[in-house]
């Protein structure tokens, strides 16, 4: 085989047989055809009609199945079936899904299939199986198929050549924009949210009417995205507009609530309308779970009892909560707040992947409405002459009635007799001898000419449209407007169902404003189980405490439940533990491990209670450490907060508040040194600066104090022994210190 890093291409022909090529050159092409592939033929949306080829094959299937609007349902798996068979030779699964989608009223702004059994809902529950569910075109669908059969669009050869597909549909309004599109391609992907038709249309015809127009013009229009659910978008009108000016950008949407008031003073709070693509069991799920795990105290309870619309209720804990401190806590925690990221990411011309401004995308259709608009027309007209030929042929055949009667009675080739005596196309020949004997009665020439007059006068408006430009953008603008009056505003589901809103301005309340204050204490075992008892007990009543076998006491903290407890790992990581939140006092408690991500093989090194503006003296095994503010090492997420950063064998070893000017530290070979806090800088996170020198060992303990109450500690007997006169151990930071006093501890502890 040739070099896999050679890019020369050395094809090497043994007898016609077998090729031999670079791997990087056969992988690139192979890929390349894979990715052009996905995006032009599976994940991207055409601008024209906003539909991937599976959709498009699927409206077209059915459309050859004749299963209008106004008549019967079909099985859901022979519309699969024959959409496979005939057009998209893949998995008849993901084409049943696909159907599906497109039946969603909750998923599809316009529904394009009309689905008879159950199709799934709004909880994320799957459709039936294909074989149990019916379906049908719905109005819209039949809106996008409109003059399939004009010529309105090109058709290609399908995949084994026996058939042939539309290209694009004829698309008779914006449905890239009205129904939104998603997918995910090769190194790229498109996300669209769906918008009102008649808005769009509106759009539309400006556009056409002002070829310039400016966004903010088109904004005016089109205000924003209009999700089949409803609620309500609290995006600021500037960033809707650099969206849809750039193609990309993202739109805030909340769920719609009402409070329903309740005998003796209480209520409740009646969700009507979530955002789009958020499901109904799972937000319910999402937010049990915040109510089990007290993240919101001032919430009781969450019930679902929807029917065919949802209605969520939720439940305070009392009715002196504030309502919406509640329910702007729910949005910040739960999904009745989304962000939905627009990417609008299309196939121009069906060929070429751009993101695209909303401009130009209604731009591209009103392009394609055009041609469309001027391929009918030809069609038509060369129907109409077909036609006017064939009714020519008729009056002349009226007017020598019974000559042609006798030529067709006597002669042995009438046809060319004829063409031969009244100068007719063969055409002409052939209908005139087709004609049935009822048709010879007087009244029918004069129907004749009726229609070659019609035909005379309607083939004289097709010329003039298709050679003014002008006419055809007034037919445009008039069938848009026909389009807007069927599925705009005054129809049954154009009604605007997003409210466009303005976000409240709102103080983010912290969490231990909505926890009732109650004194706790907290006890935490040596192999780390955690539990909070009711109320300060006392040392008597410490000492009754049961613990598991082998285990016993490591920390106990008098708190409350609206505190924040630090948890140090020796992987100098620093966890948050809500007072509120800490497993009761009845049992043994629950390990700390499962409420926080503390790997098995890190220690606890410490654990008090967070006090807001206190500075910590933060210390490694290795005497490294730095002062950080106590603010800076809470952590939001159950992973924690790293904050000293240690190696190998080294851990997290003091963590102490900073309450003096100057801090003491012992190493393992009993040298004390003192220098001024002064020296140590500040940081959020890092492994520090070196503290003391030392030739074996590393650090033992370190203290902060103030240098004119001098530095205490505990004598071997018990005593509290102080040092006033420190100038032998005072020197420059990371210097080796001298030995510690006399009677200072045996085991290095300040």
């Known amino acids: 085989m040739a070099d896999l890093t050679d890019d020369t291409d050395t094809p090497e022909d043994d007898d016609g047989l077998t090729v031999t090529e670079t791997l990087r050159r056969a992988l690139g092409e192979r890929y390349l055809n894979y990715a052009l592939s996905t995006i032009m033929h599976r994940a991207l949306p055409d601008a024209r009609d906003g539909l ?11 459309s050859r199945l004749k299963l209008s609007s106004t008549g019967g349902f079909l099985k859901s798996a022979k519309i699969s079936g024959d959409t496979m068979g005939d057009f998209h030779p893949h998995g008849d699964a993901a084409i049943y899904d696909a159907m599906a989608r497109l039946a ?90 769906p918008h009102n038709i008649g808005e769009l249309c509106a759009a539309a015809i400006h556009l056409i009417k002002t070829p310039n127009a400016r966004d903010e013009t088109l904004l005016d229009f089109v205000p924003g995205p209009d999700f089949p659910t409803g609620g309500i978008l609290v995006e600021p009108r500037e960033n809707i507009l650099e969206a849809y000016r750039t193609g990309r950008g993202s739109f805030r949407t909340r769920a719609r609530w009402e409070v329903e008031e309740l005998p003796r003073g209480q209520w409740q709070i009646i969700v009507t309308e979530i955002p789009y693509q958020v499901q109904k069991s799972k937000l319910i799920e999402k937010i049990a779970e915040l109510i089990n795990a007290k993240r919101i105290p001032i919430l009781a309870d969450v019930r679902d009892e929807s029917a065919e619309d949802i209605r969520i209720v939720l439940e305070p804990r009392a ?62 007209l060369g129907k109409i002459d077909a036609r006017l030929e064939v009714l020519e042929g008729y009056i002349i055949a009226f007017l020598n009635l019974d000559r042609v009667i006798e030529i067709i009675r006597y002669e042995d080739e009438p046809k060319a007799m004829m063409i031969a005596e009244f100068t007719l196309t063969d055409v002409q020949a052939e209908a005139i001898l087709n004609m049935r004997l009822r048709s010879l009665r007087k009244l029918e020439e004069m129907e004749l000419r009726t229609e070659r007059d019609a035909l005379q006068q309607e083939r004289a408006g097709l010329e003039e449209l298709v050679a ?130 503390l790997p098995n093989e890190t220690e606890m090194m410490d654990l008090f209670i967070h006090q807001q503006g206190r500075k910590l ?134």
């Open 104 to 193: 969603q009223d909750f998923n599809v702004r316009y529904p394009m299939v009309d689905g008879q059994g159950n199709f799934g809902n709004i909880d994320g529950d799957n459709p039936a199986a294909s074989r149990y569910t019916e379906a049908r075109m719905t109005a819209v669908a039949e809106a996008m198929l409109v003059g399939l059969s004009e010529d309105a669009v090109d058709f290609r050869d399908n995949y084994d050549g026996r058939l042939t597909e539309p290209v694009v549909l004829p698309a008779t309004f914006p449905n890239l924009l009205a129904n939104g599109s998603s997918g995910i391609a090769v190194g790229m992907a498109t996300n669209i949210p």
């Open 319 to 380: 009715k002196t909560v504030d309502q919406t401190v509640l329910m702007e806590t729910l949005f910040r925690l739960s999904d009745l707040e989304t962000r939905f990221s627009m990417n609008m990411n299309v196939l121009i011309d069906g060929r070429t992947p751009k993101v695209c401004s909303m401009k130009e995308v209604l731009r591209a259709f009103i392009d394609h409405r055009r041609e469309v608009l001027i391929r009918r027309s030809n069609y038509r």
């Open 617 to 750: 003296l933060m210390a490694s095994s290795a005497g490294d450490g730095f002062i950080v503010a106590e603010n800076d090492v809470i952590a939001q997420t159950r992973s924690g907060k790293q904050v000293l950063n240690v190696k190998e064998d080294i851990q997290a070893l003091v963590c102490i508040s900073v309450v003096g000017d100057h801090i003491a530290c012992v190493g393992e070979n009993r040298k004390v040194l003192v220098f001024p806090v002064s020296e140590l800088p500040e940081m959020g996170r890092g492994k520090g600066v070196r503290l003391q020198k030392y030739k074996d060992g590393g650090l033992n303990d370190a203290i902060t104090f103030n240098l004119v109450e001098g530095l205490s500690w505990l004598d071997p007997a018990g005593r509290t022994r102080t040092e006033m006169e420190l100038a032998e151990w005072m020197g420059k930071r990371a210097s080796a210190g001298r030995m510690a006093p006399r009677g200072f501890p045996r085991n290095n502890k300040f």
């Open 52 to 62: 991937k080829p599976v959709h498009r094959r699927i409206l077209y299937a059915m």
């Open 468 to 597: 003014s430009e002008d006419l055809q953008w007034r037919r445009i603008i008039e069938q848009l407007r026909e389009v807007r009056k069927e599925f705009g505003k005054n129809s049954d589901f154009g009604t605007r169902r997003t409210e466009l809103a303005d976000a409240p301005d709102f103080e983010e309340v912290p969490i231990e404003a909505m926890i009732e204050k109650e004194p706790i204490t907290v006890v935490c075992s040596k192999m780390g189980w955690i539990r909070a008892l009711k109320g300060h007990i006392t040392p008597e009543q410490q000492t009754k405490l049961k613990f598991k076998d082998g285990d016993e006491p490591r920390f106990m903290l008098h708190a409350e439940t609206t505190d924040k407890l630090l948890l140090l790992g020796s992987n100098g990581r620093f966890y948050t533990l809500m007072g509120s939140t800490l497993p009761g006092g009845r049992g043994m408690g629950e390990p700390v491990r499962l409420m926080v991500d």
